[in-house]
């Protein structure tokens, strides 16, 4: 069976040594539980849980209207299925940044990463995003760095400056965010390999790329990251893009014919899927323990 055999803080040591490591972390995006353990048994090295992915799948918009028990009981669910870490997109920090943070430590989270945006942020790569100061966002920086209780647990700073001040602003804001505290920074919407040179030579501290489709970011390979010396990529709304891609074609094929004999090939296996949710062993371990407890009570 595959058990969930680490614990939190054991994931969160994992995540540390592996950044340690200078090879890239490649890091896809779980929309789902399901996902995450897809994720894990191709050989990923972490699972990412977007905040726009969140609101997706609740049917909103990401424009800051999910809140902190939405987003953190969806992680839990996705962190506790696998045994990779963990990192949660926290927006702007929802109301409390001490709150926030007690929180996904508690769940099992191994790193979050917070923005600079106003509360009613927009996605990275859109545009009129609107930023708070660089002071107010340190303070914030510093609110999470001082919650958390494992050292290993990482606070990783995302600027979206890029698109409204500038580059090198957001690179001056960047370094107040290192002297903060944050372990990683998340250089958002940058557009091509100068850009992303620049970050890297600007900056001492571990960077984040995110190469999310459709937007800002020409989409380098994980090795150009991490030959520019990139220590994450995240591919945010990979997953979700596919399935529900896949999920629409497949819907209006059947109610365009009236059955589904034309897409069966499209379709995950009931098979398949028992074998990745650990059917048939999960069914052995409750036939020992029915067949214990009867034997217990003759």
Known sequence: MHFIEKKPEEKRLDFNNKLKSKKILKVPGAYNPL??????????????????????????????????????????????????????????????????????ENYGISAVHIEDQIERKRCGHLENKELISTERMINKIKECVKAKKDKNFKVIARSDARSVEGIEKMIERCKSYIDAGADIIFPEALKDEKEFEKVRKSLSSYLLANMTEFGKSKLLSSKELENLGYNIVLYPVTSQRLAMKNVEDGLRAIFADGHQNNIIDKMQTRKRLYDLVDYEKYNSLDEKIYNFNTEGHE
């Not at 995450?36 to 800051?64: Q, T």
């Open 35 to 104: 996902t995450a353990k897809l994720i894990e048994e191709i050989g990923y090295d972490a699972v990412y849980v977007s905040g726009g992915v969140m609101s997706n799948d609740l049917g909103y918009p990401d424009i800051g209207l999910t809140t902190l028990k939405d987003v953190s009981n969806r992680s839990n669910q996705i962190a506790r299925v696998t045994n990779l870490p963990t990192i949660v997109d926290i927006d702007t920090g929802f109301k409390s940044c001490k709150e926030t943070i007690e929180t996904f």
